[in-house]
């Protein structure tokens, strides 16, 4: 589907041009797809000990804390605007929204991804009260965590989009190389059968999805409110720059 493209490059003006393709660039451009990059590197050099796999689970649930409620409000927020516009169509683009909540909710499986990733930890020999701990995730997974809740729910439903472009867009490069790294170490014992495995491989599977669906979503809203791109491309980078420091402070605390 063609739709509205918005310029998400460096200094770009509000009446720049913008659709997800940009967004997923613009993980490259401001550093975040590389710090990612440079983590997931080290990651597959070698084992995580005990102490370093409560830190980047922990880290990971403090920061994923508030997303899965706010994908789902985010859905309800873009029907609400869309709506007065599209009366008998807006649901549709709320719906794109949706999709993912419906993976994270566990409603296409049996358990939500919450309790996958309990889990998966939990098989790894971290508990969960470990994992929940925030003591135990480095600052910036917390503080990216903490601005999640308040951008998916009080920041405008466009700032939020872009929020939700640039997650999806990091996401599925984060559990395609997590997926194949958990299963490289024998140390972690995982197979691709593994009950507990069942956590990355969910992701793995649906991730793809949720991308061309949000992909969708942006082009479509955009062609409704067009002026709204910069307000979603200032989500994007936002999101992007957080994102960014939480990876590099993980690599540091971990393999430096």
């Known amino acids: 589907m063609e739709g509205t493209v918005v310029n998400l490059e460096e200094g770009a003006g509000p009446g720049a041009s913008l659709d997800f393709n940009d967004v997923d660039g613009s993980c490259d451009r401001r550093g975040a797809m590389a710090a990612l990059d440079v983590f997931n590197a080290h990651l597959a050099s070698r084992p995580l000990t005990a102490a370093e796999l409560t830190l980047f689970l922990a880290s990971m649930a403090s920061f994923n804390r508030h997303t899965i409620g706010g994908i789902a409000i985010l859905a309800g927020r873009l029907s609400d605007e869309i709506l007065p516009l599209l009366p008998t169509k807006g649901h549709e683009i709320g719906a794109y929204v949706l999709d993912a909540a419906i993976d994270e909710y566990g409603l296409r499986e049996s358990v939500t991804h919450v309790e996958l990733a309990r889990s998966f930890a939990a ?6 009260p470990e994992v929940e701990a925030r003591s135990n995730a480095c600052a910036s997974a917390v503080a990216l965590g903490d601005a999640l809740h308040t951008w998916y729910r009080q920041e405008p439903v466009a700032f939020a989009l872009g ?13 395609m190389a997590w997926h194949d790294v958990f299963l490289k170490f024998p140390q972690y014992r995982f197979s691709r059968d593994t009950p507990q495995f069942e956590y990355l491989r969910a992701h793995f599977v649906h991730e793809p999805d949720h991308i061309h669906h949000t992909k969708t979503c942006v082009s479509r809203y955009l062609d409704v409110l067009p002026g709204h791109g910069a307000l979603l491309r200032e989500g994007a980078e936002r999101y992007l720059d957080l994102y960014q420091e939480m990876f590099y402070e993980l690599d540091t605390l971990i393999f430096k």
């Open 123 to 128: 098989y790894l020999g971290i508990s969960a």
């Open 163 to 175: 929020v939700h472009a640039a997650s999806e867009a990091t996401s599925v490069k984060e559990f």
